[in-house]
Nanobody, 123 residues
Framework: QVQLVESGGGLVQAGGSLRLSCAASGRTFSTYGMGWFRQAPGKEREFVSHISAGGGNTYYVNSVKGRFTISRDNAKNTLYLQMNSLKPEDTAVYYC????????????????WGQGTQVTVSS
């Protein structure tokens, strides 16, 4: 079992930046892919980004391409999401999750989830 703890959320003005972190337990962090999802009030949880186990492949939803960057430090068992040029529509609870398979776009592709961290972007 993998335990995930997100941090780094907060309140920021439009155009600002935040960096989210996700600390994972266990010794096998470098063997599985990781993703970020987000859920705004009254909306479904949606895919934001994914990174492969070794960090060589990354994927983003179109709405964050060019603004968000996913990365990982396998030596520290930590996943990151650098968010720049934030917009009010980025406001949501952000979750990190573990994907053991090659699929990464839907919630069903992920096995373990963190508790989420709130990101609020004011206009």
């Amino acid at each position: 079992q993998v335990q995930l703890v997100e941090s780094g959320g907060g309140l920021v003005q439009a155009g600002g930046s935040l960096r989210l972190s996700c600390a994972a337990s266990g010794r096998t962090f470098s063997t599985y892919g990781m993703g970020w999802f987000r859920q705004a009030p009254g909306k479904e949880r949606e895919f934001v980004s994914h990174i492969s186990a070794g960090g060589g492949n990354t994927y983003y939803v179109n709405s964050v391409k060019g603004r968000f960057t996913i990365s990982r430090d396998n030596a520290k068992n930590t996943l990151y999401l650098q968010m720049n040029s934030l917009k009010p529509e980025d406001t949501a609870v952000y979750y990190c999750a573990v994907a053991y398979g090659v699929r990464y776009y839907t919630r069903d592709d992920y096995t373990y989830w963190g508790q989420g961290t709130q990101v609020t972007v004011s206009s």
